[in-house]
């Protein structure tokens, strides 16, 4: 029951900051994973969808911290191994799967802008404009003031029109 309630949000959620479908697929079933592990810890302090957003934004900077730590070594492996695989990149023409067809390449420029944000921005940011929480949401599930998750959007809203003006200005 709880899968099924919740299962396509947190998929959504890590997407919005992965970027990759398969790895988002990866990180949601370790959110429930965790969720299954230590919903006895659960207090009750938050409402268990906030709960379980946190985990999943945890999970999902985890692994992309995790995933720049190894492109930042990859180009040591040949010359260590014999193995010629080659590291994964970011998809460059990303399209979130809730996008219209229409919108798709204005989308592409929007989440590849999306993925230069700070952290922190980047979280708020999809956490309200992609899942639609409200700013006591995000500030429960980012574990900080209203006030600050207010500046978070600000400053990536003015990141985002830096980032996507030349694009806009070329249309």
């Known amino acids: 029951m709880l899968v ?9 959620s890590c997407l919005g900051v992965l970027r990759d479908p398969e790895d988002a697929e990866d990180v949601t079933q370790e959110v429930f994973v965790e969720v299954y592990r230590s919903i006895d810890g659960f207090k009750g302090e938050a409402k268990l969808s906030t709960w379980m957003y ?3 934004m945890t999970k999902s900077l ?3 911290r995790g995933k720049k730590r190894k492109k930042r070594f990859a180009f040591m492996k040949p010359l260590f191994s014999d193995d010629s695989n080659t590291p994964r990149h970011d998809p460059a ?4 799967p809730g996008v219209q067809l229409e ?3 204005m989308a592409a420029h929007l989440f590849n802008a999306i993925a230069e944000l700070p952290e922190n921005q980047k979280v708020a940011f999809t ?3 992609i899942e639609g929480l ?5 500030s429960e599930v980012m574990n900080t003031t209203i006030p600050s998750v207010e500046s978070l959007l600000f400053r990536a809203k003015q990141n985002l029109k830096t980032l996507l003006s030349e694009y806009y200005n070329n249309l």
């Open 4 to 12: 099924t309630d919740y299962q396509q949000r947190i998929y959504n």
């Open 54 to 56: 946190r985990i999943a």
């Open 62 to 64: 985890d692994f992309l």
């Open 93 to 96: 023409d990303f399209v979130h």
């Open 103 to 105: 919108n798709k390449e």
């Open 127 to 129: 956490l309200n404009k």
């Open 134 to 138: 409200s700013y006591e949401e995000i």
